[in-house]
């Protein structure tokens, strides 16, 4: 994986400039996910995170997530599981409110550093897709305009747990999918791998390196980018050792977003060179709830077939 792009963004701000934003964009074009390090959110922050989502696994989910494998008779599975995840999960809601202080089981220390983790991924988030504009050619700040909808974005953050499991060969520790949203940052494990990504009909490693943020690119970016930039079909491997530790916090068009693609990006002597569909965000995601482990491309199509009662007005400011 000596290919995979990791971007110091610290380069960003000097005479690499160039050269890393050039690095951003090909791994948008051609990988859908990337690896920021040297990024503006502290290791401090970062490690006390993962200790506090470790201790709360341990405490809280491990003797559930036990229970679980053994009510549905997963150790003793002989063939083939293909309708259950070898994972541990919990979401908490950021935006448009947020649910964390609702959140059953969570210490209060645990509930402030996921509070403050949310802010500096939010902040994270819309700086890069600000960078993605000026790749694109887009105005600064055309993608948060764009997911923005009337009370600004979507933001969740999922938290996993993947413990080792028996018979990997057999279940998925997350099954194939691409992302429904916007922009994804996940915060995985340094220790234990699992992650891994579809290029050119191969699944390769995401590596795990300690700090870094792992970015990856959503079907809505797709649409708007019309498909200039593409969402990539990832899973999680389940392993026989260790527990890995994954958070992904996902910056989303808010529900009643309208999505379609950049009128900048369509080429306009062409019309037909318009493929993506326009639609409601809540209403995609309606449909992705029922076909998430399935192809993305009739997701697509589906929504075409609905596209014309879609009102395709200004996008809204924030």
């Known amino acids: 994986m000596e290919n995979f792009p990791i971007v110091n963004m610290e380069k960003l701000n000097g005479n690499e ?17 990337f690896e920021v390090v040297k990024h ?5 922050l970062l490690d006390t995170v993962e200790r506090v989502t470790k201790e709360h696994y341990k405490k809280c989910m491990e003797q559930k997530f036990k ?12 063939s083939e599981i293909s309708d259950i995840d070898w994972e541990s999960t919990f979401f908490l809601r950021h935006r448009p409110t947020s649910n964390i202080a609702e959140v059953p089981d969570l210490s209060d220390e645990y509930r402030k550093v996921m509070k403050e983790f949310a802010g500096e991924l939010e902040k994270l988030a ?14 600064k700040g055309y993608l948060k305009k764009a997911f923005y909808g009337a009370n600004g974005p979507t933001f969740g953050t999922k938290v996993s747990n993947y413990p080792p499991c028996p018979k990997p060969n057999l279940i ?3 099954r194939a999918h691409t992302d429904a949203g916007g922009i994804i940052l996940l915060f995985q494990d340094d220790k234990v791998s699992g992650l891994q990504l579809l290029k050119d009909g191969q699944w390769l490693d995401v590596p795990p390196i300690n700090h870094s943020i792992v970015i990856n ?9 019309n498909g200039k930039y593409k969402s990539v079909m990832h899973r999680v491997i389940a ?16 529900s009643d977003a309208v999505i379609y693609p950049a009128p900048e990006l369509v080429a306009k002597q062409d019309e037909k060179s318009l493929t993506y569909p326009k639609f409601v965000f809540e209403d995609y995601m309606k449909l992705y709830a029922g076909l998430k ?3 993305k491309e009739p997701r697509f199509e589906a929504m075409k077939a609905v596209e014309n009662t879609v009102n395709l007005g200004p996008i809204p400011t924030a």
């Open 40 to 44: 503006p959110i502290s290791t401090e």
């Open 67 to 78: 229970e679980m494998v053994v009510m549905k008779g997963l150790e003793n599975a002989e």
């Open 17 to 33: 400039r160039n050269v890393t934003m050039e690095k951003i964009k090909d791994a948008c074009e051609n990988w859908g996910f």
């Open 239 to 254: 392993q026989t050792d260790g527990n890995r530790m994954s958070i992904a916090s996902f910056y989303n068009p808010g």
């Open 172 to 174: 998925k520790g997350l």
């Open 126 to 139: 819309e700086q890069l897709l600000d960078l993605l504009c000026e790749n694109l050619g887009l105005e």
């Open 293 to 295: 482990f399935q192809e």
């Open 217 to 225: 690119l959503g079907d809505q970016l797709e649409v708007i980018t």
